[in-house]
């Protein structure tokens, strides 16, 4: 029987001067479940928080409440772009990325209206309801993460996660999965909280849902990471070299190699190196114009007797590429890839001329536009097939599982941190290898010019380390694996069907909510 619509609108469990500063609170606890702090539990109570400031409200109210959220979480988790260029870029990106955890907000608020108005009963207030609401939260991650200039995918839920108990689903779900799970198991445990009491006589039933979820949550971190195949290992020369590698440091052309070089020296004569790996940025001279350059990449790849993984800025006519490339002593280089997602207002400026209308003497000091790549993330050293990242590559899932899918067995990530230095940027980047790595069963190579470098297992934990803001060196022999988890196989579809179906899910509320408002309008009153 159709449950009678009301026009009234359902009584905010929070004031709006409460919910404001409430909704903000969160916001500040999901920053403090990331790196450096990262105490995962807190992004269980952000969640919470946040979602309470929504109960109820309508949408100017849960606009209002979904923009402090966001603006507090974004301008401390990324406060670390205003490292080099000012608090502009900051502010900017903050105030941007805030807004669509606004819209997202209102979305949300819109499903605590009219999913209990169209449905009926506690089973569905108890799991149809936090569903949408945590597809919502999903599907505003998605938006985020792909709009606009390619999106912007960090600091989501999930990645939050990779020190907690519920990790290993992420190898299952993919990052989109792990956080529905999340937002969905504290919208069920707010809505079990406002369930009305029943009698004494049904005290049992009451312990139910609790229980249930309860049972439900100790599955999710009780379930292993899916288990990829063991395919022997490959011996990982990885120099970090500490050297001048950022935006405004002081060089002169030549220095950062100089320092890689430096770097690679104590290794030479080592014995069965099966590849030599340097992080982005580590090659400043064109070795095809520079004999010094040439040189020294041969030195290192005949000394080590294997091939050098090395980047450099390429130009080919008027275009520029951030560009990984394998060089073999006496041949040169091999194979290449360009970075597949280069950074907005960072590598490239998006619309140029309207942006430096806007603010002309920042958009002037990013000279040269990067070009996104097209080839393939996959490297073929000896037989061996490598996955690659370069820098903020690594956030986006499409790159990363496309790499596994081509048969890489291994990941040897690039990043070039120096100018975050002193920052938290690297230990979150750092934190979103280790979720690839047990998202992928694949065993992962991290690897920045100033550190934090690091060799990763399937489990997501560390094989051997080296410290930030200090040259050196790790020979490490790196398990290989074959076969796919499913968060690579249908990641995708996980992404799809929770974001857009939750999405979908909520037109679909509100057209039954619209239609039996009108028939109760028509019906004459008795």
């Given amino acids: 029987m159709d449950s009678v619509p009301s026009d009234a609108a359902p009584r905010p469990l929070l004031p709006l001067w409460a919910a404001v500063p409430v909704s903000a609170a969160g916001g500040l606890l999901l920053d403090v479940a990331f790196p450096s702090v990262a105490w995962w539990p807190m992004a269980f109570i952000s969640v919470a928080l946040g979602l309470l400031a929504l109960i109820g409200r309508r949408i100017g109210g849960a606009f209002l409440a979904g923009l402090a959220y966001g603006l507090a979480f974004y301008l401390m988790n990324v406060d670390f772009t205003s490292e080099w260029v000012g608090p502009v870029p900051w502010l900017a990106l903050s105030a941007f990325e805030a807004l669509f955890v606004a819209a997202g907000a209102a979305l949300i608020a819109l499903a605590y209206r009219w999913v209990p108005r169209v449905t009926a009963g506690r089973r569905a207030r108890l799991?149809?309801?936090?569903?949408?609401?945590?597809?919502?939260?999903?599907?505003?991650?998605?938006?985020?993460?792909?709009?606009?200039?390619?999106?912007?995918?960090?600091?989501?839920?999930?990645?939050?996660?990779?020190?907690?108990?519920?990790?290993?689903?992420?190898?299952?779900?993919?990052?989109?999965?792990?956080?529905?799970l999340v937002v969905a198991v504290v919208a069920a445990a707010i809505e079990m909280v406002r369930m009305p009491r029943r009698g004494r006589s049904r005290r049992s039933r009451n312990l139910l849902p609790p229980m249930a979820l309860v049972a439900v949550v100790a599955v999710l971190a009780l379930v292993p990471a899916w288990q990829t195949t063991p395919a022997g290992t490959m011996r990982v020369a990885s120099v970090q070299g500490n050297g001048p590698a950022g935006y405004f440091d002081e060089r002169t052309a030549g220095d950062v190699l100089e320092t890689q070089y430096e770097a690679t020296m104590p290794l030479f004569g080592a014995e069965d190196v099966d590849v030599v790996l340097w992080p982005e940025g580590s090659v400043d001279?064109?070795?095809?114009?520079?004999?010094?350059?040439?040189?020294?990449?041969?030195r290192v790849s005949r000394q080590l007797d294997a091939p050098l993984l090395a980047n450099r800025i390429d130009q080919r006519g008027d275009a520029y590429f951030n560009m990984s490339f394998l060089w073999r002593a006496g041949e040169g280089v091999q194979q290449t890839y360009d970075k597949r997602n280069p950074v907005p207002f960072g590598e490239y400026v998006p619309d140029r001329v309207f942006y430096?209308?806007?603010?002309?003497?920042?958009?002037?000091?990013?000279?040269?536009?990067?070009?996104?790549?097209?080839?393939?993330?996959?490297?073929?050293?000896?037989?061996?097939?490598?996955?690659?990242a370069?820098?903020?590559?690594?956030?986006?899932?499409?790159?990363?599982?496309?790499?596994?899918?081509?048969?890489?067995?291994?990941?040897?990530?690039?990043?070039?941190?120096?100018?975050?230095?002193?920052?938290?940027?690297?230990?979150?980047?750092?934190?979103?290898?280790?979720?690839?790595?047990?998202?992928?069963?694949?065993?992962?190579?991290?690897?920045?010019?100033?550190?934090?470098?690091?060799?990763?297992?399937?489990?997501?934990?560390?094989?051997?380390?080296?410290?930030?803001?200090?040259?050196g060196h790790m020979l490490t022999d790196v398990p290989l694996h074959t076969g796919l988890t499913p968060a690579v196989i249908v990641g995708p579809w996980v992404h799809g069907v929770l974001s857009w179906g939750s999405v979908a899910a909520l037109v679909a509320f509100g057209l039954v909510v619209r239609l039996r408002a009108r028939r109760h309008a028509k019906t004459p009153a008795p």
């Fill in 127 to 180: 799991v149809l309801l936090p569903a949408v609401v945590a597809g919502l939260w999903t599907a505003r991650e998605a938006v985020t993460g792909g709009f606009p200039y390619g999106g912007f995918p960090w600091g989501r839920v999930g990645t939050s996660q990779v020190n907690g108990p519920l990790i290993e689903v992420v190898s299952w779900t993919g990052t989109a999965g792990l956080t529905f």
């Fill in 285 to 298: 001279l064109d070795p095809a114009e520079s004999l010094t350059a040439a040189s020294a990449l041969d």
């Fill in 390 to 471: 370069i820098c903020f590559d690594v956030i986006y899932d499409a790159l990363v599982w496309e790499g596994a899918r081509d048969g890489a067995r291994v990941y040897l990530f690039q990043t070039n941190n120096a100018d975050f230095r002193g920052t938290d940027e690297n230990l979150q980047q750092l934190a979103v290898a280790r979720l690839r790595a047990i998202e992928t069963g694949r065993a992962v190579v991290n690897l920045s010019t100033v550190g934090t470098s690091q060799v990763i297992a399937t489990d997501g934990t560390t094989i051997e380390g080296l410290p930030a803001d200090e040259p």
């Fill in 356 to 388: 430096d209308a806007i603010a002309p003497d920042l958009i002037r000091m990013i000279g040269r536009d990067y070009t996104p790549g097209r080839n393939t993330p996959v490297f073929d050293i000896d037989g061996t097939l490598a996955g690659l």
